[in-house]
């Protein structure tokens, strides 16, 4: 099964849509891009339940650091792009140089640095293509917690009232024990 990260990379060069919807984004030729979040814990949860069919996921999470063109506008004109080339693929393309205003918290240092303030820690993933093609994959809060098919706050999430407040009410808005029921769910 699953147990590192060579396993994990593997198993997404193995699934050629997720290398399509990769190389799509590396098209893009964005500065400091990596695809997130569900895009990668889904695929795992999704192996080690042993599931035949993929489990559909709301986005595919493209995410970039350029803290020149920090407009809105600029993150839409690429999801138009990328629909071009892959339509039906519900992309979502954000900027991590822009995202803390959002957020209202300090900016970030790089797009692995907001990676690493995700929520989860089982979402705080991220791949993306090297120059050879082959798939990079970044974890800042480790895999041991999607592997072990554990959902934990990540430290950044923890730490306030507020953080563990949007912790759990992500929780329960994403429901995901009904899709992958042997997930175990950790509360602040």
Request: glycine share 2%; aromatic share 8%.
């Amino acid at each position: 099964m699953l147990k590192s990260e060579q396993d994990v990379i593997e198993l997404i060069e193995e699934d050629e849509e997720m290398m399509e919807i990769l190389r799509a984004a590396k098209a893009q030729d964005l500065p400091d891009w990596w695809i997130c979040a569900g895009f990668v814990r889904a695929k795992i949860w999704d192996t080690l339940h042993q599931f035949e069919k993929r489990t559909k996921t709301p986005d595919v999470d493209v995410i970039y650091f350029d803290p020149v063109h920090v407009d809105e506008k600029t993150e839409k004109d690429l999801e138009e792009k990328l629909n071009r080339m892959l339509p039906g693929v519900p992309w979502s393309v954000k900027n991590e140089a822009r995202m803390h205003m959002v957020n209202d918290i300090e900016p970030y240092e790089s797009s692995v640095d907001a990676i690493s303030k995700f929520p989860e820690t089982a979402t705080a993933l991220g791949v993306k293509l090297d120059d050879e093609e082959n798939v990079v994959l970044t974890a800042p809060c480790g895999l041991e917690d999607v592997l072990n098919l554990e959902v934990k706050p990540t430290p950044f999430f923890s730490r306030t009232e507020a953080g563990a407040a949007i912790y759990e009410e992500r929780i329960d808005k994403k429901d995901w024990k009904s899709i992958w029921p042997q997930i175990t769910v950790y509360h602040i």
